[in-house]
């Protein structure tokens, strides 16, 4: 069977019923400038076995470097069992299911992650995934903007937030007209403040990031109603790994919590891979499930009473509302969660509340030994989750260089995204790290350091 | 077949109007478009005073099967909506010229009623497969 389901008898057979001579017609509403013949820069294509070869020899200069690298992705361990299971024949697709009655199993798996993640985030609904934890954030600004019904066409976007975050939502939303309003952090604990909230114009919403970029705590409650208080909505973006331990987005503030939380799905069982792929999620409160992008698993009984799984809440979406849909990104990252649903059942919310702990304990640690070192010292003040800025005396790409020559990523360079901060460094210790690795990682900065002196 | 009575006006996005006493106008959708749309799941409201403009999307009926736009028909400032229908859609479905109306608008001025149809002329757009 062809993989291409169409011969040409069939694109001519309906060109015909439409009247259309040419599938080039199909797509005249495009400007002949911005239609694409080909890629440029993609060679031709190579045999399985030369690019078997060639992915091979790529892979192995990746090299197995001890990882302080966090920024986003993190490197926790994942069971065995996580992508044993979920590379099983009946579970090796990247989609969701639109034939109800073929994919029962498909179904009530994402069905289960729904439940894992509201329960995670203390949030009523859950959809079945996005694309990423910075497109997540970019629809859930958009869906505020649909919530919140007033003229205000702006989104108050903490610096604090990933800068990769930043910019991908300023890409889907400027064209939008909709503009982001930096809130900048405090220079002294690197949190958002609340207070200035005070010198910025009304917005349709605040984005609180928990934990921010810099791996900090933010005053989440103060924040939020802060937010309320302006008549804005609360999105929360945060680590999923990191709820199983603090204050869920759903609890935020002193009345109602956060109305919308996501962020990258990685943590919970997605390797680090060259960047992806990983996913994002979003829940939210059930009075907002309306105007909530993507596609939501629902469980009902069939006529025999017996349960089944469905997708729901569908009129919305592309396939009906066209132009007019909630979202147009629709496919998800079926796979990933089909593994971060399986890894949060294996390890349960006391694993989940272990290795978020653990993470926390090995990076307080290391952040002690590292801040001891001559010149060195941590750059803000105040509780971080597992990621921490450090000052180093000297510019940070040649240290992260020298790291490297011996086998360690030693964080992320944040002079580039943050000039403001100087010599600034940040750096990740999950449960993977053993007190040898801090001792490792500690002893060779300081000899990279110490041949500076 | 359909219900059209015979004191409302109409437009050809099968909305329905009554003119009230005090100058607004009661606007819902009728029996044809409630019947095509099926059981309704949600009716999302448009803000009491909005100004809308005639032809424009101010609020949306859902059902299992589709999502639509409702049009006002004429230029006006929302004054009232109908919130029972938050928690009871299916009130457009069993009484669509009644408890399911939708929502009032109030003209600036004069209301620009010329391009309306009468039940008439409604009946004729339904009879053409409008």
Redesign the interface.
Known sequence: MPFIPHTPEDVQAMLDAIGVTDVTELFDEIPPALRWSRVEGVPPGASEMAIGRLMRERAAKDGNDLCFLGAGAYEHHIPAAVWEITTRGEFYSAYTPYQAEASQGTLQLIYEYQSMMTALMDMDVSNASLYDGASALAEAALMALRLH?GDVRRIWMPAAVHPHYRETVRTIVEGQGIALIEVPYDPVTGQTQAMALDDLPDAAALVIPQPNFFGRLEEVDALTDAARARGALVIAVVNPLAMAVLKPPGAWGAAGGADIACGDGQPLGIPLAGGGPYYGFLCCRSEHV?QMPGRIVGRTVDRDGKTGYTLTLQ??EQH??RA?ATSNICTNQGLMVTASTIHMALLGAEGLARAALSSHARATALAGQLAALPGVSLRFAGPFFHEFVLTLPRPVAPVLASLADVGILGGYDLSAAYPELGHALLVCATETRTAADLARYTATLSSILGDDA | MSQIPVDLKYVSTHEWLRAEPDGSFTIGITDHAQDALGDLVFVELPEVGRDVAAGEACAVVESVKAASDIYAPIAGRISTVNTTLIDAPEQVNTDCYGAGWLFRLTPAGAADTGELLDAEAYRALLDQGG
Do not use: A, D
């Open positions: 019904r309306r009129p919305r009906i509302r007019k």
